[in-house]
């Protein structure tokens, strides 16, 4: 089957058979036993495991998988059913493990769908999720698609590679680049730090988009036991918390939170 997916050494199409994808030129990928394929090469791989671990994936697919960012979720898919054309190529730029993947592809009644992510552990479960789509191990700043080959780009919560969506979006094709609220998760930062700050809430133009809005998307969660653990795994802060802070939020039975996204709707010039 024809692929939207090009290789990443000459650029040229790839064709998805049934155990491997293959270009013209003989570049071949084998597919993963889950479905994937790894088209991240080795000099642009700058670590040996790249991206999230195991661990914070598999927290991550516990924790959007009980419908805690539901309201998020269906958000984008209102959205994408208004942006993405029938027929259209749809990219999930750092699709993670695939929960917005999904419900990407049940909106839009199975799309050509593809979703790249740097972390393996991460697309092995969202090949997993969805397996009509197509998700590959790769770099978002080398994206492996070719011009102007998707209608609607996703981002949410990964690196901004505005140059590689600029490349691969259409002209009028839609962007929808999802960040933090001000007081995203503000009752967990309190818990894990002394002196939390708000996240900074910006409007940003970038150039060869047009702006169209910036839609707001807020729900309050109780979140106990496994899953308040799950939550703090599968964000930053499980990185950066001092040692004190983890162990007063390992002392909670459960907490009230606040989660606020802003999906920043986009147009290709």
């Known amino acids: 089957m024809n692929s939207l997916f090009v290789c990443p050494h000459c650029g040229g199409p790839l064709e998805r058979g049934e155990r491997a994808y293959a270009c013209p030129r003989g570049h071949s990928f084998d597919i993963a036993r889950e479905g994937y394929v790894h088209l991240l090469p080795a000099n642009r791989k700058h670590a040996k495991n790249p991206g999230d671990d195991r661990g914070m994936a598999a927290a991550r697919s516990r924790f959007l998988s009980k419908g805690y960012y539901a309201p998020l979720r269906d958000a984008l898919?209102?959205?994408?059913?208004?942006?993405a054309g029938p027929g259209e190529g749809v990219l999930d730029s750092g699709c993670g493990e695939g929960y917005?993947?999904?419900?990407l592809w049940e909106a839009l009644e199975r799309p050509r769908l593809a979703g790249v992510d740097l972390s393996r552990p991460?697309?092995?479960?969202?090949?997993?999720?969805?397996?009509?789509?197509?998700?590959?191990?790769a770099s978002v700043y080398h994206l492996p698609l070719a011009d102007a080959s998707a209608g609607l780009v996703l981002?949410?919560?990964?690196?901004?590679?505005?140059?590689?969506?600029?490349?691969?979006?259409?002209?009028?094709?839609?962007?929808?680049?999802?960040?933090?609220?001000?007081?995203?998760?503000?009752?967990?930062?309190?818990?894990?730090?002394?002196?939390?700050?708000?996240n900074k809430e910006e409007n940003i133009p970038y150039e060869g988009f047009s702006y169209e809005r910036v839609v707001p998307v807020e729900t309050v969660m109780d979140v106990a036991g496994?899953?308040?653990r799950d939550l703090f795994q599968m964000t930053p802060y499980y990185w950066k918390t001092p040692k004190a802070g983890a162990e007063r939020l390992a002392a909670l039975d459960g907490l009230r939170v606040r989660a606020e996204f802003r999906i920043h709707v986009f147009r290709k010039a």
């Open 100 to 103: 917005y993947t999904a419900g």
């Open 155 to 198: 981002n949410c919560f990964s690196p901004l590679a505005l140059e590689e969506f600029r490349r691969v979006l259409r002209p009028g094709g839609a962007f929808l680049y999802v960040v933090p609220g001000a007081g995203h998760l503000w009752e967990l930062k309190q818990v894990l730090y002394d002196s939390p700050y708000p």
């Open 122 to 137: 991460s697309v092995r479960l969202a090949a997993r999720r969805v397996p009509g789509a197509e998700f590959a191990v």
């Open 226 to 228: 496994e899953d308040l």
């Open 77 to 83: 898919c209102g959205l994408a059913g208004a942006c």
